[in-house]
């Protein structure tokens, strides 16, 4: 047997999720078709609740180190070029800032495996990203916006406990978009494309101050820019499925870390989150259905992989962090 080939750790968080979504899956469809074997139903419903909680981490930490090196940064880079860099200097420096740190959350394995833990949403450099880009969305005269980035980040700011479905329900009604990733597709490509040029063009206004280490981040993600073509295809045919992963993970972290494991600790509130997650389970699964397919499509294409696993290698490197931290 050959030597087994080394996988990006997107693929590896998408394959443990998948792992525990069709846990859930089989357990969620015997109780629906109320197998004669199950000798002790509560215990399977709550097994169900327990992988289906786990799923939503696996994917989302997947999802968290490949919004950090595909999406978010030429999102990032575009959201802060223009006029906004020149009005908003300490803005700007500090959605630069943060946007770095979450980058290299994203591409250490270790530090998204142990430390982000069973809150990957909650315990990520998103919640400081939020609140930098809310600061700004507030001096750029967007109210509407600025509000629910605000609500989005008191949600998941809370203690896992404390964090109830009505309130993701009610995000998740407020939650629209704007415009659509392919949209924006060539317009982030030119301009990446012009901070690489020996004399970018100064209306970017964020070119002028990348580093040549920020530079050759920067040629990672244009290196197959066909790639990045897809992925954003993708990502925009379930942007909002995508959005609710985010939620429901962040909801679901109280069950991943074990209220839905162990029975013994648990307390009033802890049996009222699960009847609720039993309420709404349906709607959870199907989305993580839908999530589950389009990261295997990807996840699966080897020249995808060998791409992510080069991008987490040089920007680990470029970056300066640790594989190991």
């Not at 490197?317 to 190991?324: A, E, H, I, P, R």
Request: aromatic letters at 8%; charged letters at 30%.
């Amino acid at each position: 047997m050959g030597k087994r080939k080394k996988r990006s750790t997107f693929y590896n968080f998408v394959n443990d999720g998948e792992g525990f979504f069709e846990e859930a899956q089989a357990a969620y469809d015997r109780l629906q078709n109320k197998a004669k074997e199950v000798k002790n139903i509560r215990a399977l419903e709550e097994k169900k609740i327990f992988s289906m909680s786990r799923a939503y981490e696996a994917y989302s930490k997947a999802l968290l180190s490949t919004y950090g090196a595909i999406i978010l940064m030429p999102v990032a880079i575009l959201s802060i070029g223009g006029k906004s860099s020149i009005r908003f200097p300490r803005q700007i420096q500090e959605i630069e800032s943060t946007f770095r740190e979450l980058i290299k959350q994203a591409t250490s394995p270790n530090i998204v495996r142990k430390k982000l833990s069973h809150d990957p949403i909650g315990g990520s450099k998103i919640v400081e990203l939020l609140r930098a880009s809310s600061e700004l969305l507030r001096k750029l005269g967007q109210p509407e916006l600025k509000n629910l980035f605000d609500e989005v980040n008191t949600f998941i700011k809370k203690p896992t406990k404390d964090r109830r479905y009505e309130d993701l329900s009610n995000l998740k009604k407020r939650i629209t978009s704007s415009f659509r990733l392919r949209d924006l597709n060539d317009n982030i490509i030119n301009l990446l494309r012009s901070c690489l040029l020996p004399n970018p063009n100064e209306t970017t206004g964020y070119c002028k101050g990348l580093s040549d280490r920020e530079k050759e981040i920067i040629k990672i993600l244009l290196d197959k820019p066909y790639l990045l073509d897809e992925i954003l295809s993708i990502m925009d045919l379930g942007l909002y499925a995508l959005t609710d992963t985010l939620l429901y993970t962040a909801y679901l972290a109280h069950a991943a870390k074990g209220v839905a494991a162990y029975s013994e600790g648990r307390d009033e509130n802890d049996e009222k989150y699960l009847e609720e997650t039993r309420d709404h389970q349906k709607e959870m699964l199907e989305n993580l259905a839908q999530v589950s397919n389009a990261l295997h499509e990807i996840s699966y294409n080897d020249e995808f992989d060998d791409f992510l696993a080069d991008i987490n290698e040089k920007a680990r490197s470029l970056l300066g962090t640790d594989q190991d931290d």
